[in-house]
């Protein structure tokens, strides 16, 4: 049984026009993973992983450099309890 973990991301910086949630919804299906990315109104990106615990370490290294163009300064992490997300979706 592996061990599957949810992890609920915010993401601060120069981290919206820069293409991050569409990024993050890559390298989030290329690790397996699902959740979801929005904007948010304070110029933060909100992420929601779920998923094996290596791989959403794995996204959460990424978060906290971001896409090229992106300059991340920061990323508050909560962890919760798993709630059986399914694909990965970018929100509006």
């Known amino acids: 049984m592996p061990d599957v973990v949810r992890l609920h991301a915010k993401i601060h910086g120069f981290v919206q026009g820069v293409s991050f949630r569409y990024y993050t919804q890559r390298q989030a299906q290329a690790l397996g993973l699902n959740g979801w990315v929005r904007n ?7 992420v929601v992983i779920e ?3 290596e791989s959403v ?8 450099r971001g896409p090229p163009s992106a300059e991340v300064e920061r990323v508050d992490v909560r962890w919760e309890k798993c709630q059986g997300a399914l694909g990965f979706e970018v929100r509006f």
């Open 40 to 46: 948010c109104y304070d110029g933060s990106v909100e």
């Open 51 to 53: 998923g094996e615990r």
């Open 57 to 64: 370490h794995k996204l959460l290294s990424w978060l906290r």
